[in-house]
């Protein structure tokens, strides 16, 4: 009677005395000759985790079996488990077996095919199974500590780097990277720039595999902020790692990702030393001022801004000119007071205009199923035939952006309370570092700073401004008092973000 062979060991197994695949196989052999077997071939499973269901040589060995099943008489294992960890795969492959005619013989258990040998396999491959889950769960709970300790024990994102701590414990520190990690967190919180943007910012400095995708899962990781998010518990944990930007940020740029849009994108290219140029006006032509650089009588260089007009003489320096306005501009900065006071307004407005809104979300769904059943019914013409497949073209791709369009409206008038909160802040934030942000900004943005603030024409003469009209916000926001914050219906904070 013939005999196949199967053995197994896991990678830890291999390690200890007697579970050697050598030592399986001269066991499984010793036990075939006394049994009276002539062993026909042998199975060897290298290096497979009790878990890992690709076992090739389990797969042979039963496609072996079928094919040789009138020879085979018994599969000689060493032990039950062998074949599988879990019950009830070890179930099926012993009925596959027995289907087969096949007897599974192990060198190390009881064979007997009673009803207790039955059940001694069955608790056999129970244990089994339970140390699996054990070792398992062993695993999840420590991990579940960590992370309730504040230990993050995944691969560390981009910025950090794996290192361990004082105890040998695994913990994240920041990495050279890190510092790509703050300038995209310092360019977004602005809400100046796009995504697309900092991604390419980045593969400028070398970050090579910076993507919009890399951008949306770096700007949305709360562990650069020091913060555990995990499914296993609600809201977030401290972590202990060193954060390598502030939790502030972290929600500023969350709130802009979740919030209205509200990022104001570049016009054109403009002189960077220059951000006045073409903004101020002259105050004896009205004429655009341009700005240049002269050199004086001790050869210094200087520059100012004068006006382009013929004949007309109006000049100021430039050091004059930006530093005056960066005081103006501050002069626009409310009072927290106000501002606080603007926010309340601004929400109980919109609680009230909520009806409104709703009726407008009805109005653009109803719009868009129209759309919608309209291509349905193009499509149903171009399978019944028709249309042809020129004149569908024609009308699906019009229809198609329609639909688009229509999407894209339904998700502006659908704004929750969230999202005007989100957008408060924003332009809390913007308001109250007018001066600030303008002053540290590239020359793009100052420009449409400042025509935000400054929508029509703005003049300087003797030191002082003059102006034909300011952003209804700041006009607002300017009150001196609370009582002088009148504001019926504050749409005011919407130029800001239409700028
Ligand atoms: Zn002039």
Redesign the pocket.
């Known amino acids: 009677m013939k005999a196949v062979i199967y053995c197994r060991v896991s990678t830890k197994e291999q390690a200890e005395k007697g579970y050697s695949l050598e030592g399986q196989e001269d066991a499984c052999r010793k036990f075939a000759a006394q049994q009276g077997f002539e062993v026909d071939r042998i199975f060897m499973e290298r290096g497979e985790s009790a878990k890992t269901q690709d076992r090739t040589e389990l797969k042979n060995l039963a496609q072996y079996c079928a094919l040789n099943k009138k020879k085979i008489s018994v599969l000689i294992i060493w032990k039950y488990d062998r074949l599988a960890r879990n019950l009830a795969d070890q179930t099926d492959l012993l009925k596959v077996f027995g289907t087969l005619g096949i007897r599974i013989l192990s060198v190390t258990e009881n064979n007997e095919d009673t009803a207790v040998g039955k059940m001694i396999r069955n608790i056999i491959g129970t244990f089994a199974q339970f140390e699996n889950d054990v070792k398992s769960e062993r695993t999840t709970n420590g991990m579940r500590q960590a992370i309730q300790q504040g230990r993050w024990c995944w691969r560390a994102p981009f910025g950090y780097k794996q290192s361990r701590d004082l105890n040998n414990k695994p913990l994240i520190t920041p990495a050279e990277d890190s510092k790509h990690v703050i300038k995209a967190f310092q360019l977004f919180e602005t809400g100046l720039h796009r995504q697309i943007e900092i991604v390419q910012k980045l593969r400028k400095a070398g970050v090579k595999k910076a993507n919009p995708n890399f951008m949306n899962r770096l700007l949305t990781n709360p562990l650069y902020a020091g913060l555990i998010e995990c499914k296993w518990f609600p809201g977030y944990i401290n972590a202990i790692h060193e954060p390598i930007i502030t939790q502030d940020t972290f929600f500023k740029a969350q709130q802009l990702l979740t919030g209205k849009k509200v990022s104001l994108m570049p016009r054109g290219r403009n002189h960077p030393d220059f951000p006045l140029r073409r903004f101020m006006r002259?105050p004896?032509?009205?004429?655009k001022l341009t700005g240049a650089w002269s050199t004086g009588r001790n050869k210094k260089k200087y520059a100012h801004y004068h006006?382009f007009?013929k004949g007309?003489s109006?000049n100021v320096r430039k050091a004059v000119l930006e530093s005056a306005f960066f005081e103006y501009l501050k002069s626009f900065q409310p009072r927290p007071d106000i501002l606080n006071l603007f926010e309340k307004i601004v929400i109980d407005v919109w609680k009230a205009q909520q009806s409104e809104q709703i009726k407008e979300e009805l109005r653009v769904e109803k719009e868009l199923k129209a759309l919608q059943e309209k291509q349905n019914r193009i499509d149903k013409l171009m399978i019944e035939g028709t249309f042809s497949e020129e004149a569908y073209k024609r009308n699906s791709e019009d229809l198609k952006n329609q639909i688009l369009m229509k999407q894209i409206e339904l998700n502006e008038v659908k704004i929750d309370l969230n999202d005007v909160e989100a957008c408060l802040n924003y332009c809390k934030f913007f308001v109250s570092n007018l001066a600030q942000l303008w002053a540290s900004s590239e020359v793009d943005l100052r420009q449409r700073f400042q025509s935000l603030v400054f929508p029509d024409k703005i003049y300087y003469e003797k030191g002082t401004f003059r102006t034909t009209g300011t952003a209804l916000i700041f006009k607002q926001l300017a009150a001196k008092s609370p009582e002088e914050l009148n504001l019926v219906a504050p749409t005011g904070f919407e130029p800001v973000f239409d700028g």
């Open positions: 002259c004896k032509c009205d004429g006006c007009t007309c109006y």
